[in-house]
């Protein structure tokens, strides 16, 4: 297995060997069957175990690849969590063992960041620092001190990402000025 970190970090991509493929199968196998047999004691009834296990077979192959499509480059979704609940990309990072956000805590403030066609590192930083977290809305005052908190929190994350994954090209720029 192999990680590509893209300067968005909710872009980065794994690259899976055969074995990792096997394991990616492997352990939608494993979850579809879990809940094949849950359903099948739940709802009693008659079904033969071919039947259910056609279904199986299916599901699994358009699951593998709807994730090695997001392990691919697609991105995190916007209410990414971090944890496999409405995000295809963490959902398929964990059932592979990786998870390329560990050193993000706040997803969205990144999405934020990179909107707008801004691509790298430093403009998303640079975006960030520059427009710092408001009340928009009414009611949402109280909220704003730990929002500009979050804010900062990603700054601080995004930059040691950088130094972390892409401390070379930082280094070549310092050396350009």
């Known amino acids: 297995m192999k990680v590509e970190y893209d300067e968005n970090p909710l872009k980065s991509r794994v690259i899976l060997d055969e074995r990792d493929m096997i ?10 069957l879990e809940d094949k047999l849950y359903d099948i004691c739940r709802l009693g009834g008659p079904i033969s175990y071919t039947e259910a296990l056609d279904s199986v077979y299916e599901k699994v192959e358009r699951v593998v690849q709807y994730y ?3 392990l691919g480059g697609e991105i995190h979704c916007g209410d990414c969590t971090k944890v496999p609940s409405s995000c295809v990309k963490c959902h398929a990072e964990d059932a592979v063992g990786v998870n390329t956000l560990t050193d993000i805590r706040h ?4 999405t934020k960041a990179f909107s707008d066609c ?3 590192l430093e403009e998303a ?5 520059d ?3 408001k009340h928009t809305w009414v009611g949402s005052e109280p909220y704003v001190e730990s929002w500009q908190k979050e804010q900062d929190i990603t700054i601080e994350d995004l930059m040691k990402y950088q130094q ?3 401390a070379s090209k930082v280094c070549v720029r310092d050396l350009k000025n």
Not at 23 to 32: A, G, K, P
Not at 125 to 129: A, E, G
């Open 23 to 32: 394991m990616l199968r492997n352990s939608i196998m494993v979850d579809e």
């Open 107 to 110: 997803p969205y403030y990144v």
């Open 68 to 70: 090695l499509q997001a």
């Open 131 to 133: 427009n710092p977290a």
């Open 118 to 120: 801004r691509k790298t």
């Open 164 to 166: 972390l994954h892409f």
């Open 125 to 129: 930083i640079s975006y960030l620092r």
